[in-house]
């Protein structure tokens, strides 16, 4: 797989060689779990990654304790190295049948043929940015259709001020700077702001990347601009990021602004639309 990220060039397939050691990414994953865990619907049966990565963000939610636990965990990526780090860190673990990890299409195409159950939670950091609006829309109605009645999509985002915001940078940036949000640092190199998302996209290996940041109001319109949610909530958060272990990421030690948004399928839906 060619995708690329724009801080040196390496496929997610090489990055998931040290994703697991990355402070950066350790941080972020951190923090996902924690949100999901002291939500008052936690916790959930069946959980789908969709982005899983190595499964930083899911596969401890299976080792949580009685009562606290999920039963199950679906990592689903693009990267083919992600995927197997998942599948080997699932049987290191002795997680069995509990966990299983899913290559898919990068825009979701296989997800509904080779996915037979529904899920309580459908689990999606840090993906959404990194997908254009028409995808966004084609993978959440595939998502949509394997969540059981009643089940949850939780989205969760960067923050940045105004409407979606396309933010371009060479190939080669390497970006420490920050730009102003709402009176303080605000800035990603793409290899950080993708830190726990995997629905990539293909750069073709050279040019410019863009980043996208949202507003709360602009990702609950583009998530919800079809009109098949029940109820959605949004909280916003500050996320530590640490910084990598190349003394990149957030040396400033400055929070992330983030979105955690949460979106309910009808009790009754029909799985279809």
């Known amino acids: 797989m060619s995708r690329k990220d724009a801080k040196d060039g390496r496929t997610f397939d090489e990055y998931s060689e040290t994703w697991d050691t990355d402070p950066h990414v350790l941080g972020f994953s951190k923090c996902v779990r924690s ?9 959930a049966k069946d959980v789908l990654d969709f982005g899983a990565g190595t499964g930083l963000n899911s596969l ?15 990592g689903v990526d693009v990267s083919e190295g992600m995927v197997a780090k998942f599948r080997a ?3 290191e673990l002795s997680l069995g049948d509990s966990a299983e990890a899913l290559l898919a299409r990068t825009d979701g195409s296989n997800l509904n043929a080779a996915i037979t159950r529904q899920f309580d939670l459908v689990l999606l950091a840090f993906v959404v940015h990194h997908l254009e609006d028409a995808d966004v829309d084609n993978i959440l109605q595939r998502l949509y259709t394997l969540l059981k009645p009643g089940g949850r999509l939780v989205v969760i ?11 371009t940078q060479p190939d080669s940036a390497h970006v420490h700077g920050h730009g102003g949000h709402e009176g ?4 990603h190199d793409h290899a950080h702001a993708h830190a726990h998302a995997h629905a ?3 750069d073709g290996g050279h040019g410019d990347h863009v980043h996208t940041w949202f507003s709360v ?9 079809q009109g098949i949610w ?14 990598d272990a190349a003394g990149g990421g957030n040396p400033q030690g400055i929070p992330e602004d983030c979105i955690f948004h949460v979106a309910v399928k009808a009790e009754g839906a029909s799985s279809n639309f």
């Not at 949100?35 to 916790?43: H, K």
């Not at 985002?157 to 105004?162: A, L, Q, T, V």
């Not at 303080?184 to 800035?187: E, P, R, W």
Request: hydrophobic share 35%.
């Open 230 to 243: 029940a109820e959605r909530a949004t909280t916003r958060f500050k996320a530590d990021c640490p910084e």
């Open 184 to 187: 303080h640092a605000h800035a």
């Open 89 to 91: 860190k699932a049987k």
């Open 200 to 202: 990539h996209g293909d």
């Open 60 to 74: 401890p939610l299976l080792r949580l304790g009685a009562g606290r636990s999920c039963e199950y965990v679906l």
């Open 35 to 43: 949100l999901i865990t002291s939500a008052a619907w936690w916790p």
């Open 157 to 167: 985002e960067f923050e940045g001020g105004g409407d979606r915001q396309h933010h």
């Open 217 to 225: 109001a602009s990702l609950e319109a583009l998530i919800g601009r």
